[in-house]
């Protein structure tokens, strides 16, 4: 079945430091795969997404990277803020259209940026 | 506004009753989707319509209905069938045009007791 797996712990890092936040997934090859951002309590917003034939995306502070090879999605985030505290939770689309049928998300990696 | 409507916030019902959850888009959006999540699990497909009249079930279909009668709504019945139907229930929208990032609404967080 199709899995992914994200950092399970909640990640602390510095203010001004790059957050390097991972996600892996197997038994699939989404044609996309999208990173959300979701504060406690409300519903997750969207914040990047790659396609399968592109290696990198950029938007402001942020960065991901989509290795097919190594089935894994990078997320990025530079120059981090307390403002950026949140969970950001991975999705590769369960299909190969892109997501028509849905997403698939993985649990999320609870970053922690410390003023 | 555009955007996507998602009533009540919070919601309480006894073990056994049936409960409607509504969403409402106002975003011109063909497909919607309902997720459900649990603390500390991510977001799990319940039911998705990607055009009126049609509908087709998700990963965690059993115990849940829904209806797709109108481009603007699509509201989730969670029926006393449902073995653990306390979580975080969450409505999305998707446009093919922006490659089908999703738009979430604010979600509503039922209790059953």
């Known amino acids: 079945s199709q899995k992914i797996e994200q950092n399970s712990e909640a990640l602390n890092i510095q203010e001004g430091k790059t957050a390097t936040l991972t996600c892996n997934y197997t038994?699939?090859?989404?044609?996309?795969l999208q990173w959300y951002r979701q504060d406690p309590g409300r519903g997750p917003v969207f914040l990047l997404l790659?396609?399968?034939?592109?290696k990198e995306k950029r938007k402001e502070r942020l960065k991901v990277t989509f290795d097919t090879t190594l089935k894994q999605s990078l997320f990025h985030i530079t120059a981090s803020q307390p403002a950026d505290s949140a969970t950001y939770l991975c999705?590769?689309?369960?299909?190969?259209?892109?997501?028509?049928?849905?997403?698939?998300f993985g649990k999320g990696t609870h970053l922690i940026i410390q003023p | 506004d555009g955007g996507i409507t998602q009533s009540p916030k919070y919601l309480f019902r006894k073990e056994g009753q049936n409960v409607t959850l509504s969403c409402e888009q106002n975003?011109?959006?063909?497909?919607m989707y309902w997720y459900r999540q649990d603390p500390g699990q991510g977001l799990r497909l319940i039911y998705y319509?990607?055009?009126?009249?049609?509908?087709q079930k998700g990963d965690i279909a059993e115990g849940y209905s829904v209806s797709r009668e109108k481009k603007e709504s699509f509201p989730l019945t969670v029926t006393s069938a449902q073995k653990n139907p306390t979580a975080f229930y969450l409505c999305?929208?998707?446009?093919?045009?922006?490659?089908?990032?999703?738009?979430f609404g604010p979600g509503t967080r039922l209790t059953v007791t």
């Open positions: 999705a590769p689309s369960r299909d190969s259209g892109g997501g028509a049928d849905g997403l698939t």
């Open positions: 038994n699939y090859s989404p044609a996309y």
């Open positions: 790659i396609r399968e034939n592109e």
């Open positions: 975003l011109n959006h063909d497909a």
């Open positions: 319509s990607q055009i009126v009249n049609d509908f």
């Open positions: 999305a929208t998707t446009s093919p045009g922006r490659s089908y990032e999703q738009y």
